[in-house]
């Protein structure tokens, strides 16, 4: 069965930043990489309302689901926690209420905003991959893995 996950791009436009964090050293995979706050979709729940709840477990901040905006779609064929694949939905937030702050301290180093202009290199591939695409009006669709 093919993993759904959910990521979202907090883009605060006015300062031309976004949110990320900084997987932690309990992190499951990617120890130590940037990422988008991101997640897996449970069973019978639409990816938007993965979305808006892994947003908010993970950073605290609230969105509607009706706010969120497709940026990019990831189609994986294999990954650490998805043998047979994943397909990450990409949002972009513009509205939101709350102030950022690192909820799940135990998965997570760091939640903080970074320009735009000046990302981290260290970054998970697939969602660094669709932040790039999103900021630059590149192809709203990767795949990753189907080669090997």
Same mark, same amino acid.
């Given at each position: ?27 499951? !995979? %990617?120890?130590?990489? *940037?990422?988008?706050?991101? =997640?897996?979709?449970? /069973? &019978? ?6 979305? +808006? ?37 990409? !949002? %972009?937030?513009?509205? *939101?209420?709350?102030?950022? =702050?690192?909820?799940? /301290? &135990? ?6 905003? +970074? ?34």
């Amino acid at each position: 069965m093919t993993l759904l996950v959910a990521a979202v791009i907090v883009h605060d436009r006015a300062a031309d930043r976004v949110l990320l964090l900084q997987r932690g050293p309990r992190a499951k !995979f %990617a120890q130590g990489m *940037w990422d988008l706050p991101t =997640g897996k979709s449970d /069973p &019978g729940e639409p990816v938007t309302e993965t979305a +808006v709840r892994e947003l908010r477990e993970e950073t605290g901040l609230v969105v509607k689901a009706e706010h969120l905006r497709l940026a990019h779609v990831v189609h994986g064929g294999w990954g650490v926690e998805s043998p047979n694949g994943y397909l990450t939905v990409v !949002f %972009a937030a513009h509205e *939101w209420s709350g102030e950022p =702050g690192n909820r799940e /301290p &135990g998965k997570h180093s760091q939640v903080r905003w +970074v320009p735009v202009d000046a990302l981290p290199e260290n970054f998970v591939p697939s969602t660094g991959g669709a932040l790039c695409h999103y900021l630059t009006g590149g192809p709203q669709l990767s795949l990753v893995r189907w080669d090997s």
